[in-house]
């Protein structure tokens, strides 16, 4: 006699439910390692979701530009072409770029660094230490000027800190900048497409500066709106997640670079320009990291719940715009620099904010 648990009809019924539950796993493809939003059980990191249909957001209103922006732009513009012109003026006054020559003697020998000449200072820019500056004023072209100063006792060079030297210094010139007004001979040598007078500058500038414009109000509005959403959700903890490891080491590399980029180290950036010891630096990290993956999360679980796709047609779309604006040569190139899961979720998020804009309600206050 067979045993009940033998029974050749239940042990293929159990073998059955056991493949499919086999494939029911293996068909998810869930991966908390993965920096594919699509690829994370987002139901399991967002606990719950509120109505994202109906919200309320606040932003400073759409900016609309105006001639006076279009001429301040132009004057901006202009005022990086100007050129350093030997002037007729004789006495030196705040504000003046004095062509100089000089000499700093300390204990009687002129000491190293301390000699220049034909050297073009801005009084006021307070390029030199106190006094120098202000000593030449009211001298005119032609004077030597002898200037008793001393060092400031935290000066870079240690064997000037504090210490009391002599400059002697003779006024060569006083230079003015010299700004060029527009005019269409200007206007071509900028090389923009379409654009060969000054009219067509300044509606060229006109467009830009409503296209940026309307960008950043834009950009606002999608902030505050992933925020919104977010505020709507609760969230368990997703600091196993392979995108919040991801997040923590790109913002760590961004305090790297800007380290790279003013030749000190990292600690100097933390404590220096960020203001924090090494322990809070991290705290601040991570709670960076964290809010980044709580927004992809939230926009991860509206795109599923909605059904929102990101198709391979608009990713690539979307590289092919960006890599024009960011002017590299195509968009394999602007993919070759990026990191293609990241940027995937970034579209995908856009996409989300774009699709809830539609029916949010937008306050606005009065523009910055």
Do not use: W
């Not at 000449?117 to 072209?141: C, N, P």
């Not at 040569?329 to 989300?352: G, T």
Request: glycine fraction near 8%.
């Amino acid at each position: 006699m067979k045993k009940k648990n033998d029974d050749p009809c239940r042990i293929r019924f159990i073998t059955i439910l056991t493949t499919l539950s086999m494939l029911t796993l293996a068909g998810c493809g869930y991966d908390d390692s993965s920096k594919d939003l699509t690829k994370i059980d987002v139901d399991k990191y967002v606990t719950s979701i509120g109505d994202y249909n109906n919200l309320a957001i606040t932003t400073s209103s759409r900016t609309v530009i105006t001639e006076d922006d279009v001429e301040g732009y132009i004057d901006y513009v202009l005022e990086a072409q100007s050129e350093l012109t030997e002037s007729d003026k004789t006495t030196v006054e705040n504000g003046d770029v004095v062509n100089i020559d000089y000499q700093g003697i300390k204990d009687g020998v002129a000491f190293d660094g301390g000699t220049d000449e034909g050297y073009d200072l801005t009084i006021g820019s307070g390029t030199f230490i106190d006094g120098f500056e202000d000593g030449l004023i009211g001298h005119k072209v032609g004077e030597e000027v002898a200037l008793d100063l001393t060092f400031p006792e935290n000066y870079g060079a240690a064997d000037l800190a504090g210490q009391s030297v002599e400059f002697n210094v003779k006024i060569n010139y006083i230079s003015e900048y010299i700004t060029p007004e527009i005019n269409d001979e200007i206007v071509v040598g900028y090389g923009l497409e379409n654009v060969t007078n000054v009219a067509e500058y300044r509606d060229f500038v006109k467009s830009n500066l409503q296209e940026s414009a309307d960008n950043d109000y834009l950009s606002r509005k999608r902030d505050a709106l992933q925020q919104a959403l977010m505020d709507t959700c609760t969230f368990s903890d997703i600091t196993g997640l392979g995108l919040y490891t991801y997040y923590v080491e790109q913002i760590k590399n961004q305090t790297q670079t800007m380290a790279d980029n003013y030749g000190v180290s990292v600690d100097d950036i933390i404590s220096g320009l960020y203001g924090m010891d090494n322990e809070q630096y991290e705290q601040s990290v991570g709670e960076q990291a964290e809010m980044l993956i709580k927004g992809a999360l939230a926009c991860a679980k509206v795109a599923k719940d909605e059904k929102i796709e990101l198709t391979d047609e608009e990713f690539d779309a979307e590289l092919a715009t960006e890599a024009e604006a960011y002017g590299y040569e195509s968009a394999d190139a602007f993919k070759a620099v990026i990191d293609a899961d990241d940027y995937r979720n970034y579209i995908l998020q856009k996409k989300v904010v774009d699709k809830l804009l539609e029916t949010a309600t937008i306050n606005e206050t009065e523009e910055d």
